[in-house]
């Protein structure tokens, strides 16, 4: 099932342009032209996502982002709005926007907003479940975050491959990191004694990125 976004915006040739890139994108999107609509609307189909205008006739963006976070606070919302100003995006962020975007902006700038809004949503929830704790503590280790990093660089590789990579003579103590790392299901091997990313390894090496950019910004 895609991701489901909400466009609201009374603006009807820039709704429909939004909702074009986004589908073309493989998104789910649902148009409204009100948000009273939008609102009305949650219930049946809950979006992952939110797209709202700032300035609409009747209830606008910055009235609808508190409505929308009192009954479903997990939904993630990108305020858009012409008036490009320190202050618009500063009071969009205290009435509970999660993101920003000034009008005109490219194609590529909606994509990239409810991309990285989405990624945020499954940082969260995998911060959520309860074996993160687990995984967490084993990645604190940084050989294991390096031999994490260089399987998500060189794909399949060698025992001897990444410790040339790491640069660390011991065998043993790779070899060590290596069955931790199988443990959390964050590596496999495979018959050929290839090691290779999980799933989860993938996924982890995502959030850890997220993870550094949040502390860095």
Do not use: W
């Not at 500063?90 to 194609?107: C, S, T, W």
């Not at 590789?157 to 410790?163: A, P, Q, S």
């Not at 040339?164 to 790392?181: S, Y």
């Amino acid at each position: 099932m895609n991701d489901l976004i909400y466009i609201v915006d009374d603006d009807d040739d820039l709704r429909e342009s939004m909702c074009e890139i986004l589908r073309e994108s493989s998104f789910e999107v649902r148009p409204f032209a009100r948000a009273d609509e939008a609102l009305a609307a949650l219930d049946e189909s809950t979006p992952q996502v939110a797209v709202v205008d700032y300035m609409m006739p009747g209830m606008d963006g910055m009235a609808l982002i508190p409505l929308i976070k009192k009954s479903h606070p997990r939904i993630r919302i990108i305020m858009i709005t012409a008036f490009s100003t320190v202050e618009n995006a500063v009071a969009a962020m205290k009435g509970g926007a999660d993101d920003y975007l000034p009008k005109p902006f490219r194609k590529n700038g909606l994509v990239a907003a409810v991309r990285r809004n989405l990624e945020e949503i499954r940082f969260e929830q995998a911060i959520e479940e309860p074996v993160m704790d687990e995984i967490l503590a084993c990645l604190a280790n940084q050989i294991r975050r390096q031999i994490l990093n260089a399987l998500y660089t060189k794909g399949k590789t060698r025992f001897m491959d990444i410790t040339r990579e790491l640069g660390i003579d011991d065998h043993t103590k790779v070899n060590f990191h290596l069955k931790n790392l199988k443990m959390h299901n964050l590596i496999s091997q495979d018959r050929s004694k290839l090691y290779t990313l999980s799933p989860q390894g993938e996924k982890m090496i995502r959030y850890l990125s997220l993870l550094s950019k949040k502390i860095s910004q």
